[in-house]
């Protein structure tokens, strides 16, 4: 990458974002390149807004069983990786997905029991709450807002099942992804910092986290 595209880039970044966000995103992913930083903000979700709730476009929104997902993941663009699937499907997870016919538009996956952040790392919550993870929207149906109709559908299918509502997290500086959140009615709850130091991770969590048994730990 040379350094004409560089500062495009950060201009571009600025003109989105802002300065202050530029920089913490250039500090962030510098840091990433000599050690693992992640600064988890941590959200969830407990009403499901009506205006998610219509679909208008002839999509098809329902839970894929095992079978239609190994169907899918014939795929390469649909990111469903085999060993992630077998991992997925073994714990009980869910798939909640919109799908265009025979393309599958948009997912989100739903657990209720630990789920790895890394290979290293593993989340744990409150069983009140589902966690959703993997959220994937394909190229061509980006901008339709289909995570926000797809992950509110799921909420409700929760919520009537008896769940207290939807726990997640962003990274601090996917900044679309977390104004996107709290466009969908997502509110923060605290933050989770991870930084690794030689073979030893160092955890902190911050704000609520421990009202939602929200924390990382390492795997083994």
């Not at 095992?66 to 899918?72: A, Q």
């Not at 977390?178 to 605290?190: A, E, Q, V």
Request: proline share 2%; with cysteine; net charge neutral.
């Amino acid at each position: 990458m040379n350094l004409v595209t560089v500062k495009e880039q950060f201009l571009k970044s600025v003109k989105a974002h802002g300065l202050s966000d530029t920089a913490y995103d250039f500090v962030y992913r510098g840091v990433n390149n000599v050690t693992l930083l992640m600064v988890l903000k941590c959200v969830m979700i407990d009403v499901a807004d009506p205006k998610f709730l219509r679909d208008d476009n002839g999509y098809t929104c329902e839970f894929l069983d095992p079978e239609k997902l190994v169907s899918l993941s014939k795929n390469q663009e649909y990111q469903l990786e085999s060993n992630f699937l077998d991992e997925a499907i073994s714990k009980g997870d869910e798939c909640f997905a919109i799908l265009d016919g025979a393309c599958l538009a948009s997912y989100g996956w739903y657990s209720n029991k630990p789920t790895k952040v890394s290979d290293e790392l593993e989340l744990h919550f409150d069983k009140r709450y589902i966690y959703m993870y993997n959220g994937f929207t394909h190229p061509n149906y980006r901008g339709r807002r289909l995570h926000a109709i797809g992950m509110t559908m799921a909420l409700d299918h929760y919520l009537k099942r008896g769940y207290s509502g939807i726990v997640s997290w962003v990274e601090a500086n996917n900044f679309n992804s977390l104004r996107s959140c709290y466009r969908m009615g997502y509110s923060g709850f605290g933050e989770i910092y991870v930084i690794k130091l030689f073979r030893n991770h160092l955890i902190f969590r911050a704000g609520k986290c421990r009202d939602y048994g929200f924390k990382v730990s390492v795997i083994g």
